[in-house]
């Protein structure tokens, strides 16, 4: 055996180390492994602690390591899943720790998505082309609506959150439910028909939304169809599709397009509160202006009355203040009627602020809840811990209860 260790001698000898960070070498200067599409199934998905994606793709005759570093992860606009068919794009390299060789993905994205998201940027192109998404057509909301159409899946937490917003902003709008289905083959057309029956009821303004999802459950907001029908709406229509980021050809068709249900129902209704404040600073101008009036027609009167006084003999004087005596009745009617308008339109105010007080509210089964000692209203169940005293006040009567058990939970 020994004479056999020259041969080997007469040959270079690498170390582990030496060897895989050649052969890494080999794999980082080959063009033709940098900027690579490879697609298959995802299986062994993980995440790190730290953030990074670490999963297996696999065909019928291979498999393939691939990690996605945190940065590009967060990037992703859907997180893949196990039993997934994607197609990732990157760079292969070698994992010196392990000698393995493995993709290093910068983005993954679903196979055929690519396609799609083709076929939808033409589309956009089109329609833009026809003038369906220019400003020019977009019109106003209306700062006061008395009726608001919610077109969206009668479950979920779209529909709860608008609802608890509009009652919060502005309860006096009368609210009505499209349902419809917002995701699947279906959904398009059910959309469609959704708005139109929307229209059916007159609205003063429209929402159009949903929850947040991957980028194929929002695909129903990209169809032409539901482009076509919030153009054709009679009522201004507000979309809240998704999240921030998420933005869809429904989006760009809408008369506002706001970043998720929520602010959907914000941006359709004033806030109560202002509106009550405006009302009190009307009605204080209002009266303010009335008695300026009065002020400045009773000392004309009176300096007409000194002038008569001063140049008018008996004869004269007397004539001079029939008419003027006629003068003044004629200035009384016309002042009590002007009052008695001003009159009206207060009440009229002072109804509409009666509408916005708590009563209305409380008539409809709200309730207001405030700390038993110190009688702050409580907003927040956390507030409140068990065993605090609280004292509940509802249209008719009131009571004091004590906390048992509290939910951070809304809705």
Known sequence: ?????????????????????????????NSQLQDVSVEGEVSNLTRSTAGHLYFTLRDAQAALSCVVWRADAQQLARQPVNGDQVVAFGSVSVYEQTGRYQLYATSVQLAGLGERL?????????LAAEGLFDAARKRTLPTMPRHIALVTSPRGAAVSDMRRVLARRWPLALVSLLPTVVQGDSAPDEIVAALQAANRKHPDVILLARGGGAIEDLWA??????????VASAAP????????????????????????PSVAAELATPNQYDVRQQLDRSSARLNSLMRGALTDRNAALLDALRMLQALSPRAQL????????????????????????????????????????????????????????????????QAVPPPAQVHV???QGSFTAEVQEISARSG
């Open 1 to 29: 055996m020994s004479a056999q260790f020259p041969l080997f001698a007469a040959e270079p000898v690498w170390s582990v180390a030496a060897l895989t960070h050649f052969v890494r070498e080999l794999f980082d200067s």
């Open 118 to 126: 083709r076929q939808l940027e033409e589309l956009k192109r089109r």
């Open 221 to 230: 907001f990209n169809d032409e169809r539901v482009v076509r029908a919030i």
């Open 237 to 260: 229509v507000v979309t809240g599709v998704g999240h921030e980021t998420d933005v869809t050809l429904a989006d760009f068709a809408a008369d506002v397009r706001a970043a998720t």
């Open 318 to 381: 007397r004539a001079t203040a029939a008419r003027l005596q006629g003068l003044q009745l004629r200035l009384q009617r016309g002042l009590q009627s002007r009052l008695q308008l001003q009159r009206a339109q207060l009440d009229r105010m002072r109804q509409l602020l009666l509408t916005l007080g708590p009563a209305p509210t409380l008539a409809r089964g709200y309730a207001i809840v405030t700390h038993a000692n110190s009688g702050i209203v409580v907003r927040q169940a």
């Open 393 to 395: 006040r509802l249209a």
